[in-house]
């Protein structure tokens, strides 16, 4: 007998059509039509919602001035954007252990300790910084100081921004020339977007865990056997459907970001990321509502196992979150690059793993 193609096997009209079955099934689910919903809030009004959730955690909010003591290579530098802001109190000292003489004294809230570092892009600005142990002032200080190197960062873009070579995203035009702007790009970027991005894939998997467990307990995955279908063309078509409307949903979600005016890069790359994480959390859901063959004890492995898995990301040299804010800034580096495409192989080996699982199930078993 010859052998088919796996992806004309993937879209033979039997998987084809669960795959559609599936996808209309979606409008049923009162649970996700709400998730979808609370998405297509976030993305239409996310100009709204930004400027209203950065406004929660401004640190201008604050008052009282911090005393900080400034050392090193780049002290005046450090210390004339100081005094152009409000809330820090900079004073020059000669030396590191003067200034750590000082604060041990209780004279200073915090050092700073600048120098140069040279690298293959030329010199940067290092900071090091002493705080107070965790006390009641010690968020205070790290708030303050966090403003200060960031006011720091966005004079030194301007002043060596010829030396680009290309030209970074650009902010809305209402942004440009507020002070909120480092606020509005970081939520925009590194966590409305990952957001938008990363729900659809976990949704998916969700959805894949009720369809199989659903099945599984009505009896209907017999009837379905009738067709005939075996029991992996089905699994194909309900993973196919799931798989597939993540990238779809991540790119309905781009499009209202771009309709509120915030530039979205790599469009195509980051589609293809979210696709990848579907893929795993898709064959993840898979797996364990066939082996556990129960809705509830199936949902609560599978939100427990994804979360423990984004978390457990953390250890890598990348999370996805900084993936998707890396592409999506036009800022990515060749580790970028191989991040996404080592996520996707994870993905595939995975997705082929399950389907291997599901070619040795006893269909009489489940």
Do not use: C
Request: hydrophobic share 50%; aromatic share 6%.
């Amino acid at each position: 007998m010859p052998l088919r193609n796996p992806i004309t096997a993937l879209a033979s009209s039997a998987r084809a059509t669960i795959a559609g079955r599936e996808i209309s099934a979606l409008s049923r689910e009162k649970t996700i039509v709400l998730a979808l919903a609370i998405q297509l809030f976030i993305a239409a009004f996310s100009s709204f919602l930004v400027v209203g959730l950065t406004s929660l955690y401004d640190p201008s909010a604050e008052g009282g001035e911090v005393a900080v003591g400034v050392s090193g290579e780049e002290r005046d530098k450090l210390i004339r954007v100081a005094e152009e802001m409000q809330g820090v109190d900079p004073t020059p000292y000669s030396s590191r252990a003067g200034a750590l003489a000082a604060f041990e004294d209780g004279d200073l809230n915090a050092v700073l300790h600048t120098r140069q570092v040279q690298t293959d892009q030329g010199a940067r600005i290092a900071v090091d910084a002493e705080v107070p142990a965790d006390s009641l002032e010690t968020t205070l200080v790290i708030v303050r100081l966090q403003e200060l190197l960031l006011e720091l960062e966005r004079q030194e873009r301007a002043v060596r921004s010829d030396n680009l070579e290309f030209s970074p995203v650009e902010l809305p035009e209402e942004q440009q020339d507020s002070d909120d702007f480092t606020q509005y790009f970081t939520f925009t970027y590194t966590i409305l977007l990952p957001l938008l991005l990363f729900l659809p894939p976990f949704i998916s998997g969700s959805v894949v865990v009720d369809s199989v467990t659903e099945e599984l307990e009505r009896g209907t995955l017999e009837l379905l056997r009738v067709a005939p279908v075996s029991l992996t063309e089905i699994v194909d078509g309900k993973a196919i459907g799931m798989i597939l409307i993540a990238p779809l949903q991540a790119l309905l979600w781009l499009g209202l970001l771009w309709a509120n005016g915030i530039t979205v890069a790599n469009v195509g790359l980051l589609l293809l990321l979210v696709t990848a994480i579907a893929t795993l959390t898709t064959a993840v859901g898979l797996f364990l509502g066939l082996l556990t063959g129960t809705r509830q004890k199936a949902q609560l492995l599978y939100s427990t196992l994804v979360l423990l898995l984004f978390g457990a990301a953390a250890v890598l040299p990348e999370h996805p979150a900084s993936t998707a804010a890396l592409l999506a800034v036009d800022s990515a580096s060749l580790g970028t690059l191989v991040h996404v495409g080592a996520i996707t192989v994870v993905a595939g080996v995975t997705f082929a793993l399950v389907r291997s699982y599901v070619d040795r199930l006893d269909p009489e078993s489940l």
